[in-house]
């Protein structure tokens, strides 16, 4: 387990999420597609295809939609790697679930909420990223599950924990 120092300033677990969202990675021939986000929370930064997971629909079909609905693509075998847990300083905590795949249906295709962009796996823009992405998308790239817990004040890390090599049931 990956933690910072100090103990977590939230009672895990009690905690509970009020919106429920989702992030899609796509990894293909050396390279990850993320977007630039260009409105909603986080406009401006690099991420993962996603958003809030509307009522009656399970997580992966989210994640399967939203970037259907930002990128134009489909993605295809999506597979749960990992969940963040944050709380917030400034907006309603956030229950996040991470889904990976290795290939998809279509172009990506700029659209009013996102802008495509490819990298090399080494070449990862964390800068430009939540700065909580260092913590955990290392380990999606290296095929580990994780379950994280971040709190945030504004946009910046106040605590973390990481655990690695999460079962998550398939269909999760």
């Known amino acids: 387990m990956e933690s910072s120092n100090a103990d977590s300033p939230i009672d895990w677990g009690s905690w509970r999420a009020h919106t ?21 929370l986080g406009a401006g930064k690099i ?23 930002e990128l ?5 075998r999506p597979k749960k790697v990992g969940e963040l847990h944050f709380a917030m ?11 990976v795949a290795r290939d998809f249906e279509g172009v990506p295709t700029e659209t009013e909420e996102a802008k495509p962009q490819w990298f090399r ?5 964390y800068r430009q990223m ?8 290392p ?17 910046e890390v106040d605590w973390f924990q990481i655990e690695k090599d999460v079962f998550f049931p398939s269909g999760r």
């Open 20 to 40: 429920h969202a989702t992030l899609m990675f796509i990894i293909k021939d050396g390279e990850i597609l993320l977007i630039e986000k260009k409105r909603g």
């Open 47 to 69: 991420n993962g295809p996603g958003g809030k997971i509307d009522p009656g629909e399970t997580p992966m079909q989210c994640a399967i939609r939203e970037t259907q609905e």
């Open 72 to 76: 134009l693509i489909t993605a295809l």
């Open 89 to 99: 300083s400034d907006v309603p905590d956030i229950l996040c679930h991470v889904y």
């Open 121 to 125: 796996l080494h070449d990862i823009p």
């Open 130 to 137: 939540w700065s909580d992405d260092i913590h955990w998308l």
């Open 139 to 155: 380990l999606l790239l290296r095929d580990r599950s994780f379950l994280g817990r971040f709190t945030f004040k504004g946009e």
